[in-house]
């Protein structure tokens, strides 16, 4: 049943470009993009989230990802392929530099936060301060390639190209998730959540451990930033690093819900869907007003929805079966 | 080569910006420490207060004391719905929830501020004499921002050590199951904290408004800033937070006049996350 519907969904995700939607089909295919990318990224954040490793710095590594192949590009004409990789190995420097210490001394809970969102702000002042290079607050746009497509440099007029890339990494997304929700590192990392001594006294290398998903959780960030970079040809060290970007990525994540594989995604689709809402409902009149509403459902959620949507809905079902089958006894 | 009397006034108004630091680091710390929760908004608050100021001033011309004793009581009516709103139905939720409701509170009133007051930039003018000293020149409104803070955290210290209420402040922030054991009531702590807590968002707003001017982004630059002062300083440690709020916009003054304003906050975020592993108890703390 769940196999039948699984396959139903990517039918209808791999038919969706060819869908009649009038007008529409560009405008939609934005939008499903830009969810299957912040559902990838906040896939990645959760890797550690769930762990209680709760990091409001993930700009960070998105920032570091899209700057590096968009830079790399620009300057030296490196194509995009082989830029993900420096921009993968500078995310896991990141994430090295800043996890080893970090788990070394035991930094944990709002300390670990603190320090996550100190990185996050590191690298997007850094981003405005070397502006010669950098194109600083003004943000910089990726060198367009010559032609309407070009394999090479990753860009590609057609939306649908873009569109499938994205689908493809978001489902290589939800397969490291799995991956590491059905490994023994799953337990041991449970374990390290619940009680970092408790853990070490049984034989769990903790720092080891966290090191290791906070690595794969950098990587993975930053090829969701390359991801974006590709797609929107402009990267901005606001829309890309510091608190704001940061907290919008943890906030999808716990809305969706960060225990289950689907959670990042439902979160993503609905705070995407919600905020293109509103900046559709109220255009340019009232500016600021999109924000407001975000903001204030965000509270409500937290305060309504602790487990997040997905989370919380599948509770109440699990709730409902439990019933149903305790009543005919 | 930049000319050093630049840089010793730099330095001078590192240490005058320094006092109002510590007074926003000392406000936050409060409630960090009683409620163990930040609150990623609270320069949102003295973003509001300044505000408050401003139009009181300008618009309905009050005098600028009038407008900050209004400002202090309006900070404190703040953290006091902030408590019952956001944060008291969340006293037992998961950490992360916790810091993403006060963060859906920096969204909702960076933007209503926007959506309210546009993002010009405001500032109240008072003809406050520049002194020079030496060849340097100070803004008289820095001194006094420095001295008011000051005497405001002198007050604080006396509210804390010699009335009741600061006492159980102080007991809870250092064990807050023993304070539900001894029988005594912790809402009514978390409503005092976090209106004193408020109050001195407050009181920085009005400092804050007589040296910069106010924008619904003022909080982007000075929050990340405050929290790490507050953590750098040690919870409970008021000593600690002077001295991290000094170092800190040292730092920031003096490199931003040496290199720029944005490589001047790098350094300080960098000298705040190494500090957390050197010294994880706060700036003044022994090392375990």
Redesign the interface.
């Known amino acids: 049943m769940a196999r039948l519907t699984a396959a139903a969904v990517l039918a209808i995700i791999a038919a969706a470009p060819f869908l009649p939607m009038g007008g529409m089909r560009q405008y939609a295919l934005h939008v499903l993009v830009q969810i299957f990318i912040w559902s990838f990224i906040g896939g990645a954040w959760s890797l550690m ?1 769930r762990f209680g490793l ?1 990091s ?1 710095g993930h700009g960070a590594f998105l920032g570091a990802g899209a700057y590096t192949t968009t830079l790399l590009w620009n300057f030296w004409g490196l194509t995009p392929w082989l830029g993900v990789l420096v921009a993968v190995a500078g995310a896991v420097v990141i994430g090295l530099v ?1 996890g080893y ?2 788990f ?4 944990v ?3 670990f ?3 996550t ?3 996050g ?2 690298v997007r ?2 981003v ?2 070397e502006r010669d290079w950098t194109g600083g607050s003004l943000g910089v746009t990726l060198k367009a390639s010559a032609g309407e497509a070009s394999l090479a440099a990753i860009q590609f007029a057609d939306k649908r190209v873009f569109y499938y890339a994205s689908v493809v990494v978001w489902l290589g997304g939800l397969w490291v998730w799995r991956r590491v929700d059905r490994s023994m590192a799953r337990s041991a990392l449970e374990a390290i959540g619940e009680d970092e001594t408790a853990a070490a006294s049984v034989g769990i290398h903790v720092t080891r451990f966290k090191l290791a998903i906070t690595v794969l959780s950098a990587a993975l960030t930053a090829v969701g930033g390359v991801l974006y970079a590709q797609y929107f040809t402009y990267v901005n060290p606001d829309t890309l690093s ?2 704001g970007v940061s ?1 919008r990525i ?2 999808a994540v ?1 809305l969706g819900g960060m225990y289950s594989l689907l959670g990042p995604t439902v979160g993503s689709a609905l705070t995407i869907a919600l905020s293109e809402y509103l900046r559709v409902l109220f255009g340019l009149k ?7 509403i ?6 409500l959620c ?2 309504f929805l ?1 487990a997040g949507i997905y989370g919380s809905l599948r509770a109440a079902i699990a709730r409902r079966m439990a019933r149903r089958r305790a009543a005919p006894a | 080569m930049i000319d050093p009397i630049f840089i010793a006034e730099a330095a001078l108004n590192g240490i005058l910006l320094g006092g109002v630091m510590a007074l926003l680091a000392l406000g936050l710390n409060l409630i ?1 420490g009683v409620l ?1 929760i ?1 609150w ?1 908004a609270y320069v949102e608050l003295v973003m509001l207060c300044m505000y408050l100021v401003y139009f009181l001033v300008t618009g309905y011309g009050w005098p600028i004391w009038l407008g900050g004793l209004a400002s202090v009581a309006f900070g404190a009516v703040l953290g006091v719905a902030v408590h019952l709103l ?1 944060i008291s ?2 006293l037992n ?5 916790q ?3 006060t ?14 007051w ?1 993002t010009d930039h405001r500032t109240v003018r008072l003809n406050l004499p520049i002194i020079e000293v030496a060849g340097m020149f100070l803004s008289f409104a820095r001194l006094i921002a420095f001295v008011v803070a000051i005497l405001a955290m002198i007050g604080l210290y006396l509210f804390l050590r010699h009335t009741f209420i600061g006492t159980a402040i102080r007991a809870v922030s250092q064990d807050r199951d023993a304070m539900r054991l001894m029988g005594a009531n912790p809402q009514r702590v978390y409503v005092v904290t976090s209106a004193v807590g408020g109050a001195m968002a407050g009181l920085a707003g009005a400092l804050l408004i007589i040296q910069y001017s106010v924008h ?1 982004y003022f909080g ?1 630059a000075f ?2 800033l405050t ?2 002062i507050c ?1 750098l300083g040690g919870l409970g440690n008021m000593v600690g937070a002077v001295v991290a709020a000094v170092i800190m916009s040292e730092i920031i003054s003096v490199g931003g006049v040496m ?2 304003t ?2 001047g ?2 350094i300080a ?2 000298l ?2 190494v500090m ?2 050197a010294r ?1 108890g706060g700036i003044l703390a022994k090392r375990e």
């Open positions: 989230g709760i409001l800043l210490p970090c070394r001394f035991r930094v809970g709002h300390y936060a603190l320090v969102l100190a990185v702000e590191v002042l850094l405005i301060a510091g608190i907290l943890v906030f716990v009232f500016i600021g007003m999109a924000e407001t975000y903001g204030l459902v965000l509270i937290i305060i602790p | 960090f163990d930040v990623i956001i139905p969340l939720s998961a950490a992360i929830n810091f993403l409701a963060g859906g509170l920096l969204f909702f009133l960076q933007s209503f501020a926007t959506f309210l546009t619904p982007a929050g990340p929290f790490m953590v290199m720029s944005e490589m906050y790098v975020f960098v705040f996350i957390m592993f994880p």
